[in-house]
Every structure is written in C-alpha cells, then in structure tokens.
C-alpha cells in the first residue's frame, strides 16, 4: 500500500478449552516494524494489567492489526504475534502479518535544456530521458502555460511509466514570427511536470535563441491550365551528419508540399511543390507564393513561387452510344472550386450538320446553383429519331468573376440502331380476331410528308425476313394506327413491327402473339333410320388471304365425306362441302369433320347424328311357285350374323350367312302354294344375333299371288 495510509484488519481468536485462560500477546522482537501494531479490544482485556487477556470457556476476543507505513517498504517479513499463558513457559505463535509499501520516484535525466539559434518558424528539437526508479507505475502529465506552449512543446505530452522504465522526451523550440520583440531570445524556469503520487512536481529549464532565414535568389515558376495541377521540384541536399525531417510551410493556398520531408545525411533529396489554381490569371498578373523550411540546427530555406494560370481545359471527354427512339440522361459533374456559392449560366454548341430530329437539351432551366465546395449534377436530355453522329461542346460559366471562369465538356452522342419500343401482346382463338392500337410518338413535331411505311415480318433461322399473314395492318400511315390479329394455327410466336419514316427513321415494336385453341362451333345435327343414310351440306369461313384447299376426314364413326379436296377463295369467303350420316347402331353418334388446310390451317366441326329403328317396308309382291329377293346390308363395322324368320308357312327363306362388314346380300324368299286365286301375306324379321346392333329386328311385308296374277310390285329396297 502506498506510503501515508492507513490498513486495519481485525483477527478473532477463540477459547476452545473448558477452563478460563489468562495469557497475553507478544510480536517477534526481532523483525519488530513500528509501522505494524497489534491491539486487542473488548472486555476480555485487563484493564490493570497491560495485554493481560483473560477468556473463559467458548469466549471470543478481537485482535486490530493495523499497518501504517512511514515510508518506503520493499517487503514486511513475517511479522509473528504470539501467545505466553500464566503458569506456562511455552509461547505459542498465534498468527503473522506480511505486507509492503512500494512508493514512487520519478526524475528527470537533465532539469535544464538551452537551445542555439533558431529561425524564425523553425523548429529546434532535443530529447531528455524520463526515468522511474520507483516500485509502481505511475501517470506523468506536462503543464506548461499558454506563454509556454508558445514557444516550447513537449512530447508526449502524458503517459504512463511503468517501475523501473523509462521514456524518452522530445522537448521543441518553435518560435514564431512574434518573435521580433525578444531580440534576447526565450527563456522560461521551471516548467512543471505532475507525477501522480508525488507529492512535489519535476521542474525543466528551457531557454532558446532566434535568428533570421535563408532566402533564396532564384524564383520556381510554374503554368497550367486553372484549376489544373503543375508540379516543380526543390533540390535539398543535406551536408550534415544527422538526418532532416523538413516541414515545408507555404503562404498561398494555391501551392502545396508534402507536409513532411525526410533527407538522409550526405544525400540529395527532391521536395515536389505542386500548383493548383482555383482562379486565372490575367496578362502579367500571377499567383506569387514563398516556401519556407526549417532546419534541424535552427537555419532555414526559403523559396519564391511564381504560377501562372491559364484557360481551363475541358473537365471531360464524353462518348455515348444511344439507341434511337430512347430518351437518355447524361449528368454532368459541376464543382464548385471556391469557398463561395457560385452560378453557372449553360449554354450547349451542337454542330451545324446534326440532324434536325435529334435534340439535347437541359433538363431544367439554364443556370444551375453550386454552394461553396460541393458538387452538383446539370442533367441533359439526348433523344435521337435517326441514326447519326452529334458533337456537341457544353460551357458553364460564372459570369460574376473578373475574369470570367468557366468549365466546359466536349460530349460526342452516337445514335445507334433503335431498339424495341414496346412489346405488344395479342392474345386471340384461332380463327377470331383481335385488334390492337399502335402508337407514333413524334417527339419533336416534325411533320412526316410522305407518312410511315408499315412492315410485320419474322426473322427465320437463316435471318430471311417472312411475313406474317395472321397480322393484318395498312400499308402506310400518317400516326397512331390499328392492327388485326387473326391466327390460324395454334402456338406462341415473337414478330417484328416496324414503321419507318425518312424524316424520323424507324419505329420497332414487338408483338407477342400467342393463338389459344378455336373455338367449339356450333354442332350440326343428323337424323336417319338404321341401315339408312342421310346427306347435309355444311359450310365454312376460310380466313386465309389466299386461295387454298382444304383436305377433309372425318374423326370419328358414322359419318363420311367426299374425298376430294375442298376449294376455298380468298379471306374471307365461305366454303362448302358434303357429310353423309349412316349409322351403325341406335342412338347418338358423334364425330368430327375435320378440315386442313397449310394455308388456312384446321377446322373442326363437330357433328352429332341421331339413329332410329329401322321402319318396317314392304309388300314384296311374289306370285305362287316364284321367289322374291330382299336386298339386305349389314350396316355394322364388324362381321355380323343375322336370323330370319316367315310367320307364314307357305313361304320359305334360306337362313343368312355371316356379313361381312357393310356387305349387301339379297334375302331370298320363296311361295309355295296351290294355284288357288288367294292371295297370302306374311312377315320376314330379320333379327340382329351380335355386335351393337344384337336384337334390332328388320320387317320385310311379303305379299304371295296366284301365278295367273299379274303383280305390280315384286322387289324393294330397303
């Protein structure tokens, strides 16, 4: 613990015994330390007789322990406190104590430093060494006056010193130009230094001379355009045998330097003054400047800067590549030079051969404002109709300056080929239409005399343009226009809209076009008996923009249709052509016409036929002794056996074979009767056994004559 406080600690001993004890306490005489002291307290002590304590059974006493060095300890050996009992020889150690008092001490290597002649603005530098010879680290702080750290300064400034390091200290003389009154030079005494658990601060001596500067006769002369850089080297050469570590000091702000120089002994070194003007300069007029160098033995150097700022230059070189048809917006970076809010007036020179169509223009207004130090945005706006090539030089100046600054951009803008404008979707069922309007921006109102020449075509894979038949659109126009989507085939497509004008070239527009599946039409209707036929004429639009022929089947059973090709005219016409419905069982059938075309793509037409029972016919007229024949078809798609049957035994009939499908066969029927004059009738049913058809029954009226009579009717068909 440091030394000055105070540390008390209490200890409680205890009798264990069952008997009172009397005893008292004694230190180790021989490593007694005053600083340490141990005092009982409490009732248990003895107020007659001096550390007599006096514990009966199971009592407690408090023993204080209190250390308060004096002065410097380095380690308290074992201080041992013992016991010594009445009525025995024996001393007992009851406890010890240890401890230390580290304290601090802090010295400088020297109280006094003199410096020699320095230059004004020049700095003189040496180093003294800051020791602690103490046990403990401490914090040092420098407390040096306003009057003082004018003149000196001392670094570091504060710190922390470990016990037994040390720190070197860079104690500078820096006079000033105020320094002319003090022609005796600087003096101060005792500047302190406060060490923390010191009580008294380290005191330094410093004193210090001052001495006019070197000037060169040679001046540095330096040209560039305003607000440009020119760079100008200064040899240095140091012929000491200590090393220079120069801080050049420049009265313009138009020049600058490193801010630090380092030169070897015996070596040659360049400094690199740069000048950077914010302002021209007029006719003889320039920006005059001087650097100034200290050196380390307190001389100096000092150099006079002469610039001369010229014309600026143009801030930047802008080429862009543009596609037509688009509206671009090119920034253009204006900073402000000046510590002071600044307008520039725009004004842009384009070439005289530009195209009239093409336009750049600001964005907003004329002027722009920059504050001080900042930089803002002046934005154009370049649109193109037409392919070409426009340079164009922009100049932005402050009118407000003598003389007048400015900075200008040379732009160079190549309008390229336009792109798409706009991505149009049609969407339509094949063999419906759909319009669409397409607009005509004419950005710059220039009239169009001989209107737009309007073209749709897709680009194969050989890159051969086609042209698309489903798109319908007029040939040339003088604006916004429509469009007809009528698509014959079913899918997705990308096309290509272009309307082109020689006065605003070429307008692209894609047109997504995307054909849904046709719409269902209307059904036609077909009714015939079974083993009959029925014929309807349908119709048909052809919307293909030529003459074309359509290829008609039919999907589906129970229809047919001519198997020659359908001619059609140019869109739009109607077309026509034949289905026959002959059913092959009772009930609904359904099917579909289907016709193709490469040009007018595919028609479906849905046809619904309904089949009703066969009705009966007759009379077959047969004269006694003779035969009748019946034709017969098997209307089924299948192989089929038929059952036939008389309900009059006077005729007969030949049980049928098996048909083949659609096969015609006559039914032979056969009278045999007496040549009575009576006439007889009968019935043949001829019974469907299989197929769709099983147990549908065909009735044939069969009419028997005597052979003497003549008969006016002896077959029918069926």
Same mark, same amino acid.
């Given at each position: 613990?440091?030394?000055?406080?105070?540390?008390?600690?209490?200890?409680?001993?205890?009798?264990?015994?069952?008997?009172?004890?009397?005893?008292?306490?004694?230190?180790?005489?021989?490593?007694?330390?005053?600083?340490l002291?141990?005092?009982?307290?409490?009732?248990?002590?003895?107020?007659?007789?001096?550390?007599?304590?006096?514990?009966?059974?199971?009592?407690?006493?408090?023993?204080?322990?209190?250390?308060?060095?004096?002065?410097?300890?380095?380690?308290? *050996?074992?201080?041992?406190?013992?016991?010594?009992?009445?009525?025995?020889?024996?001393?007992?150690?009851?406890?010890?104590?240890?401890?230390?008092s580290?304290?601090?001490?802090?010295?400088?290597?020297?109280?006094?430093?003199?410096?020699?002649?320095t230059?004004?603005? /020049?700095?003189?530098?040496?180093?003294? !060494?800051?020791?602690?010879?103490?046990?403990a680290?401490?914090?040092?702080?420098?407390?040096?006056?306003?009057?003082?750290?004018?003149?000196?300064?001392?670094?570091?400034?504060?710190?922390?010193?470990?016990?037994?390091?040390?720190?070197?200290?860079?104690?500078?003389?820096?006079?000033?130009?105020d320094?002319?009154?003090?022609?005796?030079?600087i003096?101060?005494?005792?500047?302190?230094?406060?060490?923390?658990? !010191?009580?008294?601060?380290?005191?330094?001596?410093?004193?210090?001379?001052?001495?006019?500067?070197?000037?060169?006769?040679?001046?540095?002369?330096?040209?560039?355009?305003?607000?440009g850089?020119?760079?100008?080297?200064?040899?240095?050469?140091?012929?000491?045998?200590?090393?220079?570590?120069?801080?050049?000091?420049?009265?313009?702000? %138009?020049?600058?330097? *490193?801010?630090?120089?380092?030169?070897?002994?015996?070596?040659?070194?360049?400094?690199?003054?740069?000048?950077?003007?914010?302002?021209?300069?007029?006719?003889?007029?320039?920006?005059?400047?001087?650097?100034?160098?200290?050196?380390?033995?307190?001389?100096?150097?000092?150099y006079?800067?002469?610039?001369?700022?010229?014309?600026?230059k143009a801030?930047?070189?802008?080429?862009?590549?543009?596609?037509?048809?688009?509206?671009?917006?090119?920034?253009?970076?204006?900073?402000?030079?000046l510590q002071?809010p600044?307008?520039?007036?725009?004004?842009?020179?384009?070439?005289?051969?530009?195209?009239a169509?093409?336009?750049?223009?600001?964005?907003?207004? *004329? %002027?722009i404002?920059?504050? /001080?130090?900042?930089?803002r945005?002046?934005?154009?706006?370049?649109?193109a109709?037409?392919?070409?090539?426009?340079?164009?030089?922009?100049?932005?100046?402050?009118?407000?300056?003598?003389?007048?600054?400015?900075?200008?951009?040379?732009?160079?803008?190549?309008?390229t080929?336009?792109?798409?404008?706009?991505?149009?979707?049609?969407?339509?069922?094949?063999?419906?239409?759909?319009?669409?309007?397409i607009p005509?921006?004419?950005?710059?109102?220039?009239s169009?005399?001989?209107?737009?020449?309007?073209?749709?075509?897709?680009?194969?894979?050989?890159?051969?343009?086609?042209?698309?038949?489903?798109?319908?659109?007029?040939?040339?126009?003088?604006?916004?226009?429509?469009?007809?989507?009528?698509?014959?085939?079913?899918?997705?497509?990308?096309?290509?809209l272009?309307?082109?004008?020689?006065?605003?070239?070429?307008?692209?527009?894609?047109l997504?076009?995307?054909?849904?599946?046709?719409?269902?039409?209307?059904?036609?209707?077909?009714?015939?008996?079974?083993?009959?036929?029925?014929?309807?004429?349908?119709?048909?639009?052809? %919307?293909?923009? !030529?003459?074309?022929?359509?290829?008609?089947?039919?999907?589906?059973?129970?229809?047919?249709?001519?198997?020659?090709?359908?001619?059609?005219?140019?869109?739009?016409?109607?077309?026509?052509?034949?289905a026959?419905?002959?059913?092959?069982?009772?009930?609904?059938?359904?099917?579909?016409?289907?016709?193709?075309?490469?040009?007018?793509?595919?028609?479906?037409?849905?046809?619904?036929?309904?089949?009703?029972?066969p009705?009966?016919?007759?009379?077959?007229?047969?004269?006694?002794?003779?035969?009748?024949?019946?034709?017969?078809?098997?209307?089924?798609?299948?192989?089929?056996?038929?059952?036939?049957?008389?309900?009059?035994?006077?005729?007969?009939?030949?049980?049928?074979?098996?048909?083949?499908?659609?096969?015609?066969?006559?039914?032979?029927?056969?009278?045999?009767?007496?040549?009575? /004059?009576?006439?007889?009738?009968?019935?043949?049913?001829?019974?469907?056994?299989?197929?769709?058809?099983?147990?549908?029954?065909?009735?044939? %009226?069969?009419?028997?004559?005597?052979?003497?009579?003549a008969?006016s009717?002896?077959?029918?068909?069926?």
């Amino acid at each position: 613990m440091p030394v000055g406080e105070v540390v008390t600690k209490s200890v409680t001993i205890v009798n264990k015994g069952k008997l009172r004890v009397q005893f008292y306490l004694f230190s180790d005489q021989q490593h007694n330390e005053p600083s340490l002291s141990f005092t009982p307290v409490g009732k248990c002590v003895n107020k007659d007789q001096e550390n007599l304590i006096s514990l009966g059974p199971k009592d407690k006493a408090e023993i204080k322990v209190t250390f308060a060095p004096t002065s410097r300890i380095e380690s308290l *050996e074992g201080q041992e406190l013992k016991v010594h009992c009445k009525g025995s020889q024996s001393m007992p150690k009851l406890l010890m104590a240890t401890g230390s008092s580290p304290a601090i001490c802090v010295e400088l290597e020297s109280d006094q430093l003199i410096f020699g002649d320095t230059v004004v603005n /020049a700095q003189s530098s040496q180093r003294i !060494m800051l020791k602690n010879t103490g046990d403990a680290g401490t914090k040092f702080t420098w407390a040096l006056s306003q009057a003082e750290s004018t003149w000196f300064s001392v670094t570091p400034k504060h710190g922390y010193l470990s016990a037994g390091a040390s720190v070197p200290l860079n104690v500078v003389f820096h006079p000033t130009s105020d320094a002319k009154s003090h022609s005796k030079g600087i003096k101060f005494d005792a500047i302190k230094c406060d060490v923390e658990g !010191m009580g008294e601060p380290l005191l330094l001596d410093v004193s210090g001379s001052i001495t006019s500067s070197q000037h060169e006769k040679d001046a540095v002369h330096f040209s560039v355009q305003v607000r440009g850089v020119d760079t100008k080297p200064i040899p240095l050469v140091n012929k000491t045998k200590e090393p220079w570590l120069l801080r050049p000091v420049i009265n313009h702000p %138009y020049f600058s330097a *490193e801010s630090t120089i380092t030169v070897e002994p015996g070596q040659h070194q360049d400094v690199v003054i740069k000048y950077h003007p914010l302002r021209m300069t007029q006719g003889k007029d320039a920006h005059v400047a001087t650097v100034f160098m200290a050196l380390p033995n307190g001389s100096s150097l000092e150099y006079s800067l002469v610039g001369h700022a010229l014309s600026p230059k143009a801030v930047a070189a802008i080429e862009r590549e543009v596609p037509c048809k688009v509206s671009y917006i090119e920034p253009l970076s204006v900073t402000n030079w000046l510590q002071v809010p600044q307008r520039f007036k725009v004004e842009i020179k384009k070439n005289a051969r530009a195209e009239a169509s093409t336009v750049l223009r600001p964005v907003i207004g *004329e %002027y722009i404002d920059v504050p /001080a130090g900042a930089t803002r945005d002046y934005k154009l706006e370049f649109f193109a109709h037409k392919e070409g090539v426009l340079h164009a030089e922009v100049i932005m100046r402050n009118e407000d300056t003598t003389p007048i600054e400015y900075l200008s951009y040379d732009l160079v803008f190549k309008a390229t080929p336009p792109g798409v404008l706009d991505t149009i979707k049609l969407e339509a069922a094949v063999r419906t239409k759909m319009e669409a309007e397409i607009p005509l921006d004419n950005w710059v109102n220039i009239s169009t005399s001989k209107g737009f020449a309007i073209t749709c075509a897709q680009a194969g894979a050989s890159g051969e343009k086609t042209k698309v038949p489903e798109v319908v659109c007029p040939s040339t126009v003088f604006g916004s226009f429509s469009i007809l989507y009528c698509p014959l085939f079913e899918g997705e497509r990308l096309v290509r809209l272009t309307a082109t004008s020689p006065e605003l070239g070429s307008f692209n527009f894609d047109l997504q076009l995307k054909a849904l599946p046709a719409l269902p039409m209307e059904s036609q209707q077909f009714v015939a008996r079974l083993g009959l036929s029925t014929a309807r004429e349908l119709s048909f639009l052809n %919307y293909a923009n !030529m003459r074309t022929d359509y290829t008609a089947k039919i999907v589906g059973e129970g229809f047919s249709v001519p198997p020659s090709k359908i001619s059609a005219g140019g869109h739009p016409q109607m077309a026509k052509f034949e289905a026959v419905f002959e059913p092959c069982q009772l009930g609904l059938t359904r099917a579909t016409a289907v016709l193709t075309s490469k040009a007018g793509g595919t028609v479906e037409i849905p046809l619904v036929g309904e089949c009703l029972e066969p009705e009966p016919t007759g009379p077959f007229v047969v004269k006694s002794g003779s035969r009748v024949t019946i034709p017969f078809t098997n209307c089924q798609n299948v192989a089929t056996t038929f059952d036939c049957a008389l309900d009059n035994e006077m005729f007969t009939v030949k049980q049928c074979e098996e048909y083949k499908p659609k096969q015609a066969r006559d039914i032979i029927v056969q009278y045999d009767a007496d040549d009575q /004059a009576v006439v007889r009738t009968a019935r043949l049913l001829v019974t469907c056994k299989e197929g769709a058809c099983a147990g549908v029954e065909w009735v044939f %009226y069969i009419k028997g004559i005597p052979s003497s009579t003549a008969s006016s009717s002896s077959t029918a068909s069926l």
